[in-house]
């Protein structure tokens, strides 16, 4: 049987980070863990749509123990203050799910291009600074946002920056390929050394959400004609982050999205792993590379 919000276990004494809570499936995912009493730290870069987002969950769910966090994910020093203050309030479920797609080429305050830093980089840094505190936490949980963009993402670990020649949506792939290859790798390295953690992946197959205006006219007057016929609303795309979030009995390095054809949409569940993100050595090599571009140690002989 498919896995529904019914099958979310009840959340009173788990606190879950969110990242890019303000919009899309990380609403809607903390909308639905706040729902069964988790305490849901909401992370975004805009206070206003902060405060709406608050008010949208309170006005339908009084009680429900919900803050909003700010963090710029273009800057690594507000990921790292966002990590001490999460970490302070016992967080034991990470949500990386913030995430920009086809934006022209620009550059992270630390000089990464924009996708790798935004999407990818910065949930590197923000995990590796929670990882104590996670590690303290009873069954912490770790999910990462992917993307069918995947399949054709490649690591180009001679040019990650994308400086020798810039493809918007390459640079997208590249940057989900490099989610679902640290959730894996993530996995190993817990199991290696023993930090406890569950990591697992998710992706919303097509879900309507602001991500395509986040790039180009072009990319968003495309999405906008194919997606009444392809794309699920974004309470459905959160469904695959909800199950990987929370599910007890979770297998470890899983990644789950929709299982509806070319997993575009319908009810969740397992989804197609790539050869490439599955192999453990450059996986293993993109942690090392990114440990040394973000100068961030992670964890105790990782
Ligand atoms: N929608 C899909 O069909 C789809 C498909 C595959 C994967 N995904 C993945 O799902 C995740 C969520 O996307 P979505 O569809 O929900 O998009 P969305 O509606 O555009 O929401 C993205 C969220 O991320 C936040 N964000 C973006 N850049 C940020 C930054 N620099 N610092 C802090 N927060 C930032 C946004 O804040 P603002 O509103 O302030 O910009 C917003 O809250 C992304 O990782 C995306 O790659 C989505």
Redesign the pocket.
């Known amino acids: 049987m498919a896995w529904t919000l019914a099958d979310i276990p009840d959340l009173h004494d788990r606190t879950a980070l969110v990242?890019?809570?303000?919009?899309?499936?990380?609403?809607e995912t903390s909308r639905e863990l706040a729902r069964r009493g988790a305490k849901v730290l909401m992370?975004?870069?805009?206070p206003t749509?902060g405060d709406a987002a608050l008010k949208r969950i309170r006005d339908e769910q009084p009680t429900a123990d919900v803050t909003f966090e700010p963090?710029?994910?273009?800057d690594l020093a507000t990921v790292r203050s966002l990590a001490q203050r999460a970490g302070a309030q016992d967080v034991d479920i990470l949500v990386n799910?913030?995430?920009?797609?086809g934006v022209p080429q620009g550059q992270t305050g630390q000089g990464f291009e924009t996708q790798l830093g935004?999407?990818y980089l910065?949930h590197f840094v923000l995990t590796g600074s929670l990882l104590e505190a996670l590690r303290s936490r009873p069954n912490p949980r770790v999910v990462m946002?992917?993307?069918?963009?995947h399949l054709t993402g490649k690591i180009d670990f001679d040019d990650l920056q994308s400086k020798q020649g810039y493809k918007p949506f390459a640079a997208?792939a590249q940057s989900?390929l490099a989610m679902l290859m640290f959730a894996q790798e993530l996995q190993r390295r817990t199991d290696r050394h023993g930090w406890g953690l569950v990591s697992a992946a998710a992706?919303?197959?097509?879900?309507?959400?602001?991500?395509m205006?986040?790039g180009s006219k072009t990319m968003a007057r495309l999405g906008g004609a194919v997606a009444p016929f392809f794309?699920h609303s974004?309470a459905a795309?959160a469904l695959p982050s909800l199950l990987a979030a929370t599910r007890p009995d979770l297998p470890h390095a899983s990644y789950w999205g929709p299982t509806g054809a070319f997993e575009v949409k319908g009810p969740p569940g397992p989804a197609k792993i790539s050869r490439r993100a599955a192999d453990p050595a450059p996986a293993a090599r993109l942690w090392d590379v990114s440990q040394q571009l973000t100068d961030h140690p992670f964890g105790e002989g990782a």
């Open positions: 990242t890019g809570a303000t919009d899309g499936l990380g609403l992370a975004g870069r805009n749509k963090v710029e994910l273009q799910n913030a995430g920009v797609m935004v999407n910065s946002l992917s993307s069918l963009a997208y989900k992706h919303p197959g097509f879900a309507t959400t602001n991500l205006s986040s794309s974004a795309g």
